[in-house]
């Protein structure tokens, strides 16, 4: 148990919907990650937050947004949803303050666009 | 951007045999990770190691930051070793740059 928690472990949902995917890090760790991982992508880093703020983005749709609240934990909201959108979303934790440090990940939400 | 490479991307093998699964990338790195994804989706981590040797237990992996590849070992495969096995660096930017990933099959 890497100490991440990630809900729902599913979620299925239709074309043109709305989801959250909610992460609480490790105890003690200020910096999140959410990740990607889909068939023909592979694993794929969308968007970071540090305390808060948001510190870092990668291949985030615009469709997609995040934010980390100040108890720490963080939401993914995915809206307009595609087919395509199907994939394991994973969230990290890190106490990355500065200098690179191991990341750990939650168990994943699969999510399922029909 | 950076380019991972890992190779070879499936490997089958009978308990008990050992294997190297290579990583090579094509910039420096500030942060190097494996990680095992296990048949249930699980990503856990092994190794945080931008360089030199690290071991934990069958498990041990070396990162030549110089040459920019990492290997890792596993020796005395289990069947609970099979899964995917993905190499991550981060060059700079706080982003996680993944692999492809080395699918090992461990028969019994």
């Known amino acids: 148990d890497s100490g991440v928690t990630q809900t729902p472990k599913h979620l299925i949902t239709a074309t043109g919907q709305r989801v959250t995917l909610r992460c609480s890090p490790r105890?003690?760790?200020?910096?999140v990650y959410w990740y990607q991982q889909s068939l023909d992508q592979g694993l794929q880093f969308l968007i970071q937050?540090?305390?808060?703020?948001?510190?870092a983005k990668g291949n985030i749709l615009e469709r997609f947004s995040a934010q980390q609240f100040p108890d720490l934990h963080s939401e993914l909201n995915l809206s307009s949803l595609e087919l395509g959108d199907s994939a394991l979303y994973f969230c990290?934790?890190?106490?990355?303050?500065?200098?690179?440090?191991?990341?750990?990940f939650g168990p994943g939400t699969r999510l399922t666009v029909l | 951007g950076i380019q991972v490479e890992q190779s070879p991307p499936d490997l089958i093998l009978q308990e008990g045999a050992n294997s190297t699964l290579r990583c090579n990338f094509s910039?420096?790195?500030?942060?190097l990770q494996w990680f095992h994804q296990n048949p249930w989706g699980q990503l856990i981590n092994l190794f945080y190691i931008p360089s030199g040797t690290k071991q934990n237990g069958r498990l041990s992996a070396t990162t030549v930051a110089t040459e920019r590849y990492s290997l890792l070992y596993i020796s005395s495969s289990q069947t609970t070793d099979s899964g995917v096995y993905f190499c991550a660096v981060e060059p700079r930017n706080y982003q996680l740059i993944w692999g492809a990933g080395t699918k090992l099959i461990i028969k019994p």
């Open positions: 937050y540090y305390n808060g703020e948001e510190r």
């Open positions: 910039d420096s790195v500030n942060n």
């Open positions: 990290a934790s890190s106490t990355r303050q500065g200098p690179p440090d191991t990341q750990y």
């Open positions: 105890s003690g760790d200020l910096s």
